[in-house]
Nanobody
């Protein structure tokens, strides 16, 4: 069974950090661009970051640029999202996805596989 599993979410104070992990089972992440998305209650899903399949190129939403860092460890079949300087507006369920296009190109970001999500809450 092919699946993605996120972990690392939780409750953190403003200014704090979390590292999310996205691990694949049943398939290899090597050939996929991996995107991190988030959805807050009452808001549309937003792609916050992506790392391409081969060159290690990354991109970030303006809302997280300079604070979040995406990376991948193909040997562990895992992609990470390091989140620093967290703000209350970062509160959301975070999902990782294996994107259909391997270069993180948009604008629609079709995805082949999705994880189940991990909750991130930023509050004092």
């Amino acid at each position: 069974q092919k699946q993605l599993v996120e972990s690392g979410g939780g409750l953190v104070q403003p200014g704090g950090s979390l590292r999310l992990s996205c691990t694949a089972s049943g398939f290899t992440l090597d050939y996929y661009a991996i995107g991190w998305f988030r959805q807050a209650p009452g808001k549309e899903r937003e792609r916050v970051s992506c790392i391409d399949s081969s060159e290690g190129r990354t991109n970030y939403a303006d809302s997280v640029k300079g604070r979040f860092t995406i990376s991948r460890d193909n040997a562990k079949n895992t992609v990470y999202l390091q989140m620093n300087s967290l703000k209350p507006e970062d509160t959301a369920v975070y999902y990782c996805a294996a994107e259909t296009l391997d270069d993180c190109s948009g604008p629609d970001y079709p995805c082949d596989y999705w994880g189940q999500g991990t909750q991130v809450a930023v509050a004092a």
